[in-house]
């Protein structure tokens, strides 16, 4: 598995944490299926440069698999044409 390093200085020394507001700050992909038992939320974390100050993000992969999957019997596809 490859170190993370800085996106902008290949630093290695990267800080941990989250992006926060007054609340969770969550990605929702555009195009996602209604989902009845769980959001389209996915958690972001975030990754601080200890040396320049950049700040990285990643969000939840298997939380985004899932939302885009069609194995997930609550999957439910939203149609955006009605008829
Ligand atoms: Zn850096």
């Known amino acids: 598995m490859n ?4 996106l ?5 020394d ?6 926060q507001s007054t609340g969770t700050i969550n ?6 299926k209604f989902m009845t038992f ?3 939320d996915i958690a972001v974390s975030a990754r601080m440069c200890g040396k320049c100050g950049c ?3 990643n969000g ?4 985004l698999k899932l939302i885009q999957g069609t194995d997930s019997p609550e999957a439910v596809t ?5 008829p």
């Open 3 to 6: 170190t993370p390093c800085c």
């Open 8 to 12: 902008s200085c290949g630093n290695a």
């Open 14 to 19: 990267l800080v941990s944490g989250t992006m």
């Open 27 to 32: 990605f929702r992909p555009y195009d996602v």
């Open 38 to 40: 769980r959001t389209a």
């Open 55 to 57: 700040i990285t993000l």
């Open 60 to 63: 939840n992969l298997e939380k």
């Open 78 to 82: 939203a149609s955006r044409s009605a």
